[in-house]
C-alpha cells in the first residue's frame, strides 16, 4: 500500500543533543511538508520541498534543518538550537503544491 | 496574512445528534478549502474539500459548502457517532506564493469533538 511512514514513533532528546526523525514516501509524489502540532496550537509549518535538491522555511525554521537528497525522504533534524522541542511531529506530501496533502502518524518527540 | 479561524471546542454531543463546527478564513486570492480529521496518536486525513465558491464537499457523511460570501467553510453531519470522536481541522490552500511556494496549506487551531454514547 502506498503512504508515508514516520519513524520512530516515539524519541527521547537529551539536552544539547540533534535527533533525526525519518520520513519516507512511496507515492511518487513531488512535494513534502514537516509541520509541528503543540496543543492548541494546530499546525505550524517548519520546512517543506517542492521537489529534489531544493527545500524552503516555513513559519519556524529556527532550530530545526531538512535535506531532500531523494525524492521518496525527507529527514528533518531538530539540533540543540531548538529550546523547545517536545512535540508531536508531522510529514506530510502531495503530488503538487495546490494538492491535498497526505499525512504520516507523526513523531512524538520528547527531552529526557 | 491568510488565516483560518474555527469554533473552539472541545464538543460534545451525544450519538446521532446534530453536528455543525465552524470555520471562517481570510484569504486574497481564490484558496481551496479542506476538513482534514485527526484520531488519537495519529497523522491527519482529508476528510473533504472543496475548490471554488459554491462547491459542497462530502464524504461519510460529512458535508461542507464553499461559501465565499461569507468565507465560511461549516463542517456538519447529520447523525454523528461515537467513531467521529476525533479533533477536526479547517485548512485553506491559496494557490498563490506562501512563503515562497504555491499551495501551502494554513490550518486552524483545531476543534475536538467527543461523541457520547
Known amino acids: 500500500d502506498g503512504g508515508i511512514t514516520q519513524s520512530p514513533k516515539y524519541l527521547f532528546r537529551k539536552e544539547g543533543q540533534n535527533v533525526t526523525l525519518s520520513c519516507e514516501q512511496n507515492?511518487?509524489?513531488?512535494?513534502m511538508y514537516w509541520y509541528r502540532q503543540d496543543p492548541g496550537q494546530g499546525l505550524r509549518l517548519i520546512y517543506y520541498s517542492q521537489i529534489v535538491n531544493d527545500f524552503q522555511k516555513g513559519d519556524i525554521a529556527e532550530g530545526y534543518s531538512v535535506s531532500r537528497e531523494k525524492k521518496e525522504s525527507f529527514p528533518l533534524t531538530v539540533t540543540s538550537a531548538q529550546k523547545n522541542p517536545t512535540a508531536f511531529y508531522l510529514c506530510?506530501?502531495?503530488?503538487?503544491?495546490?494538492?491535498?496533502?497526505?499525512f504520516g502518524d507523526g513523531t512524538r518527540l520528547s527531552i529526557l | 496574512g491568510d488565516s483560518v479561524t474555527q469554533m473552539e471546542g472541545p464538543v460534545t454531543l451525544s450519538e446521532e445528534a446534530f453536528l455543525t463546527i465552524n470555520c471562517t478564513y481570510t484569504?486574497?486570492?481564490?484558496?481551496?478549502l479542506f476538513w482534514y480529521v485527526q484520531y488519537p496518536g495519529e497523522g491527519l486525513q482529508l476528510l473533504l474539500k472543496?475548490?471554488?465558491?459554491?462547491d459542497k464537499g462530502s464524504n461519510k457523511g460529512f458535508e461542507a459548502t464553499y461559501r465565499k460570501e461569507t468565507t465560511s467553510f461549516h463542517l456538519e453531519k447529520g447523525s454523528v457517532q461515537v467513531s467521529d470522536s476525533a479533533v477536526y481541522f479547517c485548512a485553506l490552500s491559496d494557490g498563490v506564493n506562501y512563503g515562497g511556494s504555491q499551495g501551502n496549506l494554513i490550518f486552524g487551531k483545531g476543534t475536538k469533538l467527543s461523541v457520547k454514547p
Open positions: 507515492l511518487n509524489h513531488d512535494a
Open positions: 506530510a506530501s502531495s503530488l503538487t503544491g495546490r494538492q491535498p496533502q497526505h
Open positions: 472543496a475548490t471554488k465558491a459554491d
Open positions: 484569504a486574497t486570492g481564490y484558496p481551496s
